[in-house]
């Protein structure tokens, strides 16, 4: 029973996606006499936690009936007063809570609350998988960084496009969507300034039904961006930042900003953009999750400075060949089989033709 109703929970948490960043995504429902007689989500970042939103929806009396909800219910005065309190108040006589809030300002805080008030609580239920919903913020809210994601497109012989540098469309429609709705669920994409040279991308999200756009982040250490490229110039609520160096022409900083974007400056890392220290400041932006769409080069980079949690990789039923044709982690490269950046927990899943692998870097 338990399982049941938090599996409900979850899937109720999941309608967030997208918008409760840098906030948890969490869902709750009230269960009395085996029937769930209320549900609700958090919807929007700074909105009304899922507890509250389960309490307003309650269509019964729900003295006595137990809570399921993904996350520990808060203890803190945030933007929304301490849902625990609430759950006393409301006469909930049990709570059933999917995980502790890594938050260090709750952090068993609200299931101390819960049981000092006489309520049974149980922890602990389906807490892998809500583990996994839940990976930006657990990541966000501990090292105040943001989460990120190496997303790589390859052909079956590892290529991110042909010798002459065309790549319109390794993958098929189905792996390009969901791409589209991680770019949804992430504060933002980050590219390298060879992909807008090579490329002009615009980083917006398109789904049938609109969908969030990302911030882009250009890493871009000497300033080259074009002021026309589309990253500067399209209609976006999602604003751009240019990521640089000490190196950008003052000139150049300042026509890039009158285009209304913003300029990161980061100390310099091997004639480079310091990724680690471009993740610090994005955090303090209160960016939870970036999504890394390339190119190899900056591939190479964040993952020698170590800064990807998360690998995404598409690999399509195409062989196209070409030795001068680039693969998905490009720059120096390790010298050693040893040295290789290794991967943990690996998952397969397939989009029709295409197979996708999903993995997490194993952080010492
Ligand atoms: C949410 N939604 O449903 C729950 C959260 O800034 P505030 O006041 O909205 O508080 C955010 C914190 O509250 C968040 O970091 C998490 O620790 C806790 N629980 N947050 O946004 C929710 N239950
Ligand atoms: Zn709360």
New binding site residues.
Partial sequence: MDIKYMKSAIELSKKGKGY?NP??L?GAVIVKEDKIIGEG??EL??GP???VNAFANAKEDIQGATMY?T?E??S?F???PP?ANNIVEKGISKVVIGMR?P?P??AGKGIEILRNNGIEVKVGILEDEIKKVNEI?IKY?TENKPFCILKTAMTLDGKIASSTGDSKWITNEVSRHYVHQIRHRVSAIMVGIGTVLSDDPQLTTRLDDGGVDPIRVIVDTNGRIPLDAKVLNIKSKAKTIIATTEKIDKEKMKAIKEKGAEVIITPLKNERVDLDNLMFQLGKMKIDSVLLEGGSTLNYSALEQGIVDKVLSFIAPKIIGGKDAKTPVGGKGREKIEEAFILKNMTIARFSEDIIIEGYLGKE
């Fill in positions: 409760t906030n948890p969490v989500f958090h970042y700074g936690h899922a507890e909800v996350l219910p808060c803190h945030g933007k929304t849902c809030d938050n300002l709750v913020f809210i």
